[in-house]
Nanobody
Framework: QVQLVESGGGSVQAGGSLRLSCAAS????????MAWFRQAPGKEREGVAT???????RYTDSVKGRFTVSRDNAKNTVYLQMNSLKPEDNAMYSC???????????????WGQGIQVTVSS
């Protein structure tokens, strides 16, 4: 079992930055594949970024060059640094974990409760 808690969301103007954190507790989270997803109203959940146990990262095309996912295994925490935010980044962001590699597909077994990111133009 892994429990995930997100923090760091909020409101920012377009062009600004936010850093989301996902603190994992329970099982040894450093063994898990971790990912960030987002869901905007009326839209399907979208995979944003993933990071594997060795730090290999993948991103959806719309955030490449703007978002960076990282992990601190000593703190059991995964981060999503979001720069150059755009209004289309408005969404509820959730982190996810699994011992299997699902990439950007929303098939992960463990999920956080989600945190809102609002970008105003």
């Amino acid at each position: 079992q892994v429990q995930l808690v997100e923090s760091g969301g909020g409101s920012v103007q377009a062009g600004g930055s936010l850093r989301l954190s996902c603190a994992a507790s329970g099982d040894t989270a450093r063994r898990y594949y971790m990912a960030w997803f987002r869901q905007a109203p009326g839209k399907e959940r979208e995979g944003v970024a993933t990071i594997d146990r060795r730090g290999y990262t993948r991103y959806t095309d719309s955030v490449k060059g703007r978002f960076t996912v990282s992990r601190d295994n000593a703190k059991n925490t995964v981060y999503l640094q979001m720069n150059s935010l755009k209004p289309e980044d408005n969404a509820m962001y959730s982190c996810a974990a699994d011992w299997r590699d699902f990439g950007l597909r929303p098939l992960y077994n463990y999920w956080g409760q989600g945190i809102q990111v609002t970008v105003s133009s």
